[in-house]
C-alpha cells in the first residue's frame, strides 16, 4: 500500500511542477515542489501555507477479490493568507488558484504504481486509481483560509507487497 | 523471481463514453469499429468516422433476445434450444445539449432554425430563411472560404449550417449524415441546409472567410454547397423518420482494460423527452439539470464472418500484464 501512496503523490508531485513550477516550499534547506506528505516530514507546529498537505487518514480492503484492493483516504490541505503585495486582500483569489490548480494535478484518474525503494523506481504491474475529490468548505481562522479535499485512491495489491 | 502477471478483478469504471457515426441509409451500410486495430484509441480523439458525444450516464443495455426450448419425450424435456427472436435496446443520458446529442435523443428528423428572411411569415420550424451564401474554392472542414461581403455578414459566435441547395431529391437526403426522408418533393431550396448536420461554431471572421471552432462532420464542403445562419434547432413529436446511427460505448477500467460495446445499427425508439437531476443532492434548490434522454433499438446486421445475424458485439482488450 506504501507503493500506492507513493504513486499517487509523485504523480501529484509531477503534475504540479507541469502546471505551476512557481509553487514552492523551503523544506530542509531545499527548495520542493509545493506538495508533501505529512507523515514523511518532521512534524508541523503550523501547517505551511499555499502548499498542499497529503495527509493519509483510512484504510479499506477487500480480499475477496482476486487480488486485494486497498481503498486509502487522502486529506488535501492547502491554506493561504494571500500574498503580501496585496496585504492579504487576494486571500480568496490565491486560494481559488490552488482549488484550480488540485483539480487540474488530479486528472486524469490514475497513474502507473511505482516501486521508489529501487532507483530508479520500478514500475510494477497495476495502476493506482482514484475518485473525485470531496472539496469541504473553506475554514477562516482570522486571515488565513484553508480547505480540505478528500480523495480516495484504490490500488490492488500485487505478490511481494 | 518476480511474477510478471497479476488477477485483474473486475473492472472499476468511472462512466461510460459515448461516440456515434451516421449509418449509410441508401446503402444500408453501417460504420465498423475494429477492436482488434482501433482499441487503443485516444478517448479524446476517436477515428474517423466516429464523433465523440462525450461522458454519458444511465448506460442500460437490455438484451430482450427470446430463447425457447424445444420439448420432447413424454414426460417433455428440452432437447435443443432455439433463438425465438433478436432484440436488444439502450438506454442512456446525455449529458450535454448539441446537435448531435439533441438528434440522437428524437424519434424523428432534427432540424436547424434557419436565420429568417426579413419579413417572413412564421412557422413552427423556422420560417423562410434568409438567402444562402455561395461558399468558395479553397474551403476545408475547419474554414470556410467565402467573398468577403458575404463572411462580413457573420459574426465570431454566429453558427452556421453548410451544405448544398435541395433542388427535389426524394428518398434519403444528407450527406454523410441522412438528416430525413422524403416522400415526394418539395419546394423549400433550403430544405437541406435544414436538415443538414454540417453545423459548426464560427470562430473567427475575416475578409477571407469563416474559421470554425470545430471540423464539420461532413469535411470540407463540396462544389455548390452553401452556408447559413443558424439560430438553434428543433424536433418534433411525430413524424415518420427514424435516426440510425451506429454506436460505440466504451468502459474504461482502473487499470487500463476497455470493455467496447459496438451497435452497428440503433434507431432512436422514443420521442424528445427530457430528465431533471437536481444539482445537489443535500438541498431543496430548484436548480436542475436537464438532461436528454435517449432509448434506442438495436437493428440487426449479418456478420460477414459466418453469416450470423447480430445485434451487438461485446470486446474486451485486458489490461496489460492480467492474467486472462
Request: overall charge negative; some cysteine; glycine content about 8%.
Amino acid at each position: 500500500m506504501q507503493n500506492a501512496k507513493d504513486s499517487f503523490y509523485v504523480a501529484l508531485r509531477t503534475r504540479l511542477i507541469a502546471i505551476n513550477p512557481q509553487r514552492t516550499i523551503l523544506l530542509r534547506g531545499a527548495v520542493r515542489p509545493g506538495i508533501v506528505v505529512e507523515d514523511a516530514e518532521a512534524p508541523f507546529s503550523q501547517l505551511p501555507d499555499d502548499v498542499f498537505i497529503l495527509r493519509w487518514l483510512g484504510l479499506g480492503v477487500d480480499v475477496d477479490l482476486d487480488s486485494t484492493m486497498a481503498a486509502e483516504e487522502c486529506d488535501v490541505i492547502y491554506q493561504t493568507c494571500g500574498t503580501q503585495s496585496f496585504g492579504g486582500l487576494d486571500r480568496g483569489r490565491a486560494l481559488s488558484q490552488m482549488d484550480e490548480e488540485l483539480m487540474s494535478i488530479i486528472q486524469p484518474f490514475y497513474t502507473p504504481k511505482l516501486n521508489f525503494i529501487s532507483q530508479p523506481p520500478a514500475t510494477m504491474l497495476t495502476q493506482v486509481f482514484w475518485d473525485e475529490p470531496g472539496f469541504g468548505p473553506i475554514a477562516i481562522q482570522r486571515d488565513r483560509l484553508a480547505r480540505t479535499a478528500k480523495v480516495l485512491v484504490y490500488s490492488y495489491q500485487e505478490q511481494g507487497e | 523471481m518476480a511474477a510478471n502477471w497479476y488477477s485483474n478483478p473486475a473492472p472499476v469504471a468511472r462512466r461510460v463514453r459515448a461516440y456515434f457515426a451516421p449509418v449509410n441509409r441508401t446503402a444500408q451500410a453501417p460504420a465498423i469499429f475494429d477492436p482488434s486495430e482501433q482499441s487503443s484509441f485516444n478517448l479524446d480523439s476517436p477515428p474517423a468516422p466516429w464523433l465523440s458525444l462525450g461522458w454519458i450516464e444511465k448506460f442500460v443495455r437490455h438484451a430482450a433476445s427470446k430463447s425457447v426450448p424445444i420439448m420432447t419425450g413424454i414426460p417433455a424435456a428440452p432437447l435443443e434450444q432455439v433463438r425465438e427472436s433478436l432484440a436488444a435496446q439502450v438506454s442512456l443520458q446525455f449529458l450535454s445539449w448539441t446537435k448531435l446529442t439533441m438528434a440522437l435523443a428524437t424519434g424523428s428528423q432534427h432540424m436547424n432554425l434557419l436565420a429568417p428572411a426579413i419579413g417572413a411569415a412564421a412557422a413552427a420550424d423556422g420560417a423562410r430563411a434568409a438567402s444562402a451564401v455561395t461558399v468558395q474554392t479553397g474551403s476545408t472542414a475547419t474554414f470556410v472560404a467565402l467573398a468577403s461581403t458575404d463572411a462580413s455578414k457573420f459574426a465570431p459566435g454566429s453558427i452556421v449550417a453548410i451544405d448544398i441547395d435541395y433542388t427535389g431529391q426524394t428518398g434519403y437526403v444528407g450527406s454523410p449524415v441522412s438528416g430525413a426522408y422524403l416522400r415526394q418533393p418539395l419546394s423549400d431550396v433550403d430544405y437541406i441546409r435544414r436538415i443538414t448536420y454540417n453545423v459548426a461554431l464560427v470562430s473567427q471572421s475575416s475578409s477571407a472567410g469563416l474559421t470554425l471552432a470545430e471540423p464539420l462532420p461532413g469535411g470540407a464542403p463540396v462544389s455548390g454547397t452553401r452556408l447559413q445562419g443558424v439560430i438553434g434547432f428543433v424536433d418534433r413529436e411525430g413524424g415518420s423518420f427514424y435516426q440510425e446511427w451506429s454506436g460505440l460505448f466504451i468502459l474504461q477500467g482502473g487499470q487500463g482494460e476497455r470493455v467496447f460495446f459496438y451497435y452497428p445499427r440503433l434507431q432512436t425508439m422514443i420521442g424528445a423527452q427530457e430528465s431533471s437531476v437536481p444539482l445537489s443532492a443535500n438541498s431543496k434548490s430548484s436548480v436542475a439539470r436537464i438532461l436528454l434522454q435517449a432509448q434506442f433499438m438495436a437493428m440487426p446486421v449479418t456478420d460477414p464472418l459466418d453469416g450470423e445475424r447480430v445485434v451487438c458485439y461485446r470486446s474486451f482488450v485486458p489490461a496489460s500484464n492480467a492474467l486472462v
